[in-house]
């Protein structure tokens, strides 16, 4: 009975401690375990996608884009899931869809359709609003407009992954940070954005700005690709270099092996051969152990040295040291060399760069070769008298050139202006670095001297400019393989300065394996002429046009004409309107032919061209262009023989 009276007390109590453990329980999950639950329930309501952080933008040194990161549409149908398939093909062929690909969009017994290619946003943004079209953004990095340029920034795989050039230099700078997009997952386990849900942004890499002038590296390009045409060449590099500061402007590349990707001016060494003289000059005038007047015996031609025939192209009895570099005479140049000690010489050489890499930020820069002299044969220190057994990059030899040109100090080479964060802050700018000094102002002056002399009356007359002075060298050096010369091959190159007396940039050409001629001054030099003349018609090629209108300008003299009497009329016939009679005029006295204008040549039409196009077209020819708004005409018309640098008016419609 008892029991009986108290069933109600205890399933009071029991009610009571169920009521007490429900709200412990409550308690413990709302206030104590809040956070776990919470975080549990966002995992199976939230789902995080990883955002690709955009690679920073790459510029040249006038700030034009040449490398970018866009965001493209990746396109994906369901063809089950459409409802207006005749509106998903107008569409689909709108955006340039093959209409195979069509056909399978929009046929029901395929389940999935993968569109080949990006695609802009905003060309697609009517079909990615149709219900079973599944779009997916994606970051496309776009190439570089040219191959050349191509060779220096490098490729990306997928868009971010760095393969090689500057973007796989700094990476660590143009990747940036990826972020992470919120999705909300329903009740079928579908994702959508939602607003209520925050992600974490994407934060894009650094912007890169090059010391690369678009202008000129777009001459340069064009020029290195028509020598090569022309000349039947393997290959070929260009190199234009500030003198002043060691910023690359141009890097132009051309190999035959479509594998070949990178900067090879960077990253393939040779041997330079005579370019390589100026070195050994300059290191005898700065220590006083010869004079610019001194002469040496040239043997007319053949000189045996202890067996070993040496010759020269141009053949004399005696040389004096200004003819050495006039003529590039191997036989004096190894009699001058001989005052040096194997020490003195692979420090002279060692000292203007060769031999070790140039720091600039490329991968896989070649430092070249020079050997230590105990690994010198006896024939050694005549070989690199005249360039051999030696090898150096492109780059590595314009930048020892740059001494010469700026005044006897050899700085480090730059590809890289400036960078800067993405809230434009500059992290980084190029600052002139001197590596070390070569050789004194005066003994710098003296070499720009005699190598101007090079393109008066010496070996590299088809460089000469028909308005400026420029001093260089040329050079023509046997091609090894398998540590022996191919009999025919040969490595054909000038370097020039220009203007000669206070240069602004130094150029190198080099062409391999040319075949129409081998002689650096007939095959490579006349490249570095188109280039200059381009450069100078151009107005954005990077040059201090100040400092141009200072220069001296050379005055050509025209040759003399002989009076062709027996060529001309003695009567002329005039013609005063269309559809008259003409008459005829009697003269007293035969005409004169007219007086041929130095460096004068034919203005090219640019009729039906392009503005881009009509102005290559000027540039490659060596005139200026200028545009105006007016009927399709140009001034002096096509045919018409004008002097070089002279000006081209060009009239387009508005």
Not at 29 to 49: E, I, N, T
Not at 366 to 380: D, E, F, H, T, V
């Amino acid at each position: 009975m008892s029991l009986l009276a108290n069933r109600p007390r205890i399933i009071h109590a029991a009610l009571a401690l169920f009521a007490l453990a429900v709200i412990g329980r409550a308690a413990k999950v709302q206030l104590m375990d809040a956070g776990q639950w919470r975080a549990r329930a966002r995992d199976q309501q939230v789902a995080a996608a990883p955002l690709p952080a955009p690679r920073g933008t790459i510029r040249d040194v006038s700030g034009d884009v040449l490398v970018e990161s866009r965001e493209m549409v990746r396109l994906r149908v369901a063809p089950r899931e459409v409802r207006d398939r005749a509106q998903l093909g107008r569409l689909m062929r709108r955006a340039g869809i093959a209409d195979a690909l069509v056909a399978r969009a929009t046929d029901t017994t395929v389940k999935w359709v993968e569109v080949p290619g990006l695609f802009l946003p905003t060309d697609v943004a009517m079909l990615t609003a149709m219900r079973g079209v599944h779009p997916e953004p994606v970051l496309n990095r776009v190439a570089p407009p040219s191959e050349g340029l191509r060779r220096i920034i490098g490729r990306t795989a997928d868009g971010s992954v760095p393969v090689d050039g500057v973007e796989l230099a700094l990476d660590g700078l143009l990747r940036g940070e990826a972020g992470k997009e919120a999705l909300l997952r329903d009740s079928r386990g579908r994702l959508f954005a939602s607003p209520a849900v925050d992600g974490a942004a994407a934060r894009p890499g650094h912007s890169v700005t090059l010391t690369i002038n678009a202008g000129l590296q777009d001459i340069a390009e064009r020029a290195l690709n028509d020598a090569v045409e022309a000349q039947g060449a393997a290959g070929g590099d260009i190199v234009v270099l500030d003198a002043r500061s060691g910023e690359v402007r141009a890097l132009a590349s051309r190999r035959a092996d479509p594998r070949s990707t990178a900067a090879t001016a960077l990253t393939e060494p040779y041997e330079p051969g005579s370019t390589l003289k100026p070195f050994i000059a300059a290191w005898l005038l700065e220590h006083g152990r010869a004079r610019v007047d001194e002469v040496v015996d040239g043997h007319n031609g053949k000189w045996n040295l202890n067996g070993r025939i040496i010759e020269d192209d141009h053949k004399a009895a005696s040389f004096t040291f200004a003819d050495v570099m006039r003529y590039s005479s191997n036989i004096g140049i190894i009699q001058f060399a001989q005052r040096l000690t194997p020490r003195e010489q692979f420090e002279v050489l060692r000292d203007a760069g060769f031999g070790a890499p140039t720091g600039t930020t490329y991968p896989s820069e070649s430092p070249g070769r020079l050997a230590p002299p105990a690994m010198w044969s006896q024939k050694s220190s005549a070989s690199l008298a005249m360039g051999y057994e030696i090898l150096v990059t492109p780059l590595q030899l314009a930048a020892a050139y740059a001494a010469i040109a700026n005044g006897g100090e050899l700085l480090q080479p730059a590809l890289v202006r400036e960078v800067r964060a993405p809230d434009g802050q500059v992290v980084y700018s190029h600052e002139r670095r001197v590596v070390r000094r070569l050789m004194s102002p005066a003994t710098a002056r003296t070499m720009r001297g005699l190598l101007k002399g090079v393109l008066e009356g010496g070996t590299a007359q088809g460089a000469s400019l028909a308005t400026f002075e420029v001093a260089g060298k040329t050079g023509t050096a046997k091609v090894a393989r398998n540590k022996r010369y191919v009999a025919g091959e040969y490595t054909a190159s000038f370097v020039g300065m220009f203007p000669a007396d206070d240069p602004q940039i130094v150029i190198l050409v080099k062409l391999d394996s040319p075949r129409k001629s081998i002689y650096g001054g007939k095959a490579a030099a006349p490249v570095s002429k188109t280039v200059l003349e381009a450069a100078i018609a151009a107005r954005d090629a990077a040059l201090d046009r100040d400092a141009l209108s200072r220069a001296p300008q050379r005055v050509a003299a025209a040759p003399p004409v002989d009076d062709p009497v027996q060529d001309a009329p003695a009567e002329v016939v005039v013609t005063e309107s269309a559809g008259t009679v003409p008459y005829v005029v009697t003269l007293d006295q035969p005409l004169r032919a007219s007086p041929v204008v130095a460096g004068a040549r034919a203005v090219p039409s640019v009729q039906g061209l392009s503005r881009r196009a009509a102005a290559h077209a000027l540039h490659r020819a060596g005139f200026r262009v200028v545009f105006v708004n007016g009927a399709a005409a140009q001034w002096p018309s096509a045919g018409t023989l004008a002097a070089a640098g002279s000006r081209v008016t060009v009239a387009v419609l508005p």
